[in-house]
Structure formats: C-alpha cells, structure tokens
C-alpha cells in the first residue's frame, strides 16, 4: 500500500513540473503563416530605355512635315520613292510599282475628304491618272491594295509611340547607305497579325525617317528632305473606277482599266510606285537578321 501511494506522488510531481512547459510550448507555436493575395493587374514593365528613345523619335516624325525622295531596294531592283507629308497633316506617298505585279505605278494620299489610291500613267497602264476613293482619312489601305511602302510614314509611327505595343527594340546598325539612329523593331505578340512589319528603322535627331528595312525591301533617304505643302493634291480626278490590286491579275483576267465601267484606282498621289506584296498594317515574317552593334 505504501509503495502504491509512493508511485503515484512520483507521478504526480512529473506531472506538476512537465505541465507548464507543455503549456507554454503549446503557447509558443507560431501562427499559420497567411498568404498576401496576388495582385490582380501586376505593374506594368519598366519601360526601356532603348524603346523610350525610339517611341521620342517616331513622336518627332508624327510631327515632321516634309517632302523627300527614298530609294526602295527590293533584290536587284531600286525604285524612287516620293513622299510627302504637308502642314495639315495630310499626306501622299507615290510608288512605281506599286500594283498589278510591278507593272503599275500608282499613289496613295489622305486628304480631307477620305483615303486614295491613284493610278499613274505607266508601263502597264498608260492611261492618264485618276484617282479611287478608299475610305475615310483614318481608315487603312485594303490588304489586297497595299504594297506596304506607306506605313513607315503613316500608321506605323503611332504604334511606335505607344510604349504599351507588344514590341521588342533594341539598337541596330543602319542599312547601307543610311544614316541616323536605328532600332531593331520585332513583335512579341503571338498573334499572326502583328501591328507593324519588324525590321529596322531610323530617324534623323529631328524626326526625318532615314531608313527602314522590313521583307518588303529597303528604304533609304536620298537627299535632303525638303520643305512641305500647306497640304496634298491628289493625282488625278476621283473617278467611280477599281482601284489596282497589289498582285497582278491572272492570265484569263481583264485588268482594271479594261474592266467595262471601269478604270482603277484610287486615290493618293505624288509620283512614283512601289511594289507590293504584303498586307495591310500588320506584320510579317522578320527580314534577314537586322544587325545589332
């Protein structure tokens, strides 16, 4: 009996001493750690400093009124480029070569009173210059009319200036025969319809486009720029006519100014042509690696 009541005081006492460290291991267990939620729209990436000083570029030619000439190098090929872009913001581009395979010059312009595709006495079409409506001022060349020549001065430039575009920029050395500061531009948007053509492009410190380089060819500033019209004239008389697609026509196919009714094109102007082959202002494949220093 006494054993017994000697065993259960042992037990006691251990009991006595181990309970207020269990207690206070219990109260020393750490809380559940909690998990910050994600925020939903994460910041927005640091802008690059190679891309802040292209978009400040392409800001500069949005704004830069001008007259010059380009020479378009498209494999052993060299075409003369016209492009005007007046006081009022309106503008005209003039490419030989520009429609029906490369046998016909044409010119597209935005005025006033809408978008243009002009046809141009030439080769493949010798008859005088008139002019097809397109659209309205800020609509987009039609993909089976455009040759893709205009863009660089025209649209691209806004996507170039919005720092929110799916590009990728980074310096480039200049084409050829060009001068200024130049990027390597490519898309990183998955989508098959990129929002402008990669390749490289340059600026003069004040805006001029001295070069651009994309699949359609090479565009290189030859001479000065010159000074700009109050605005832009069109080619020729706007007519009801068709305008002249980029491609040429197939071989049991009238072209359009042997259409009945019809004649061309549409409305833009200033001389010169360019050849055509690509789609509206959406991008295609990358040229042949743009140069990086």
Partial sequence: MHAHLHVARRLTG???????????????????????????????????????????LAAAAQDRHFTARYTLTDGDAARTIVVTSADDDTWRVDIPGGALGGTADVSFATTADGLFQCALPSAGRPEPASCVRLGEPGDVVPRRLDPRVQHPFTDWLEVLTDRQAPLAVSPARPPAGATGACYSVDSTSASLN?????????????GTPTAVRTATGTLVLAGAAGPAPA???????????????????????????????????????????????????????????????
Wanted: net charge negative; aromatic share 2%; glycine share 14%.
């Fill in 14 to 56: 251990v009991l006595t001493l181990a309970l207020p460290v269990l207690l206070a291991g219990c109260a020393d267990d750490p809380p559940a750690a909690t998990i910050s939620p994600t925020p939903a729209d994460p910041a927005p990436a640091v802008l690059d400093g190679t891309r802040a000083e292209l978009a400040a």
């Fill in 231 to 293: 605005t832009v004239t069109l080619a020729g008389p706007v007519t009801e006519g068709e305008p002249l697609e980029v491609a040429a026509p197939a071989a049991d196919e009238p072209s359009a100014s042997a259409r009945p009714g019809g004649n061309e094109q549409g409305g833009n102007e200033q001389g010169g042509n360019e050849q055509g082959g690509n789609e509206q202002g959406g991008g295609q494949p990358s040229p042949a690696g743009p140069e990086t220093p």
């Fill in 194 to 206: 990129a929002p402008l053509d990669v390749g490289i492009y340059c600026y003069a410190p004040d």
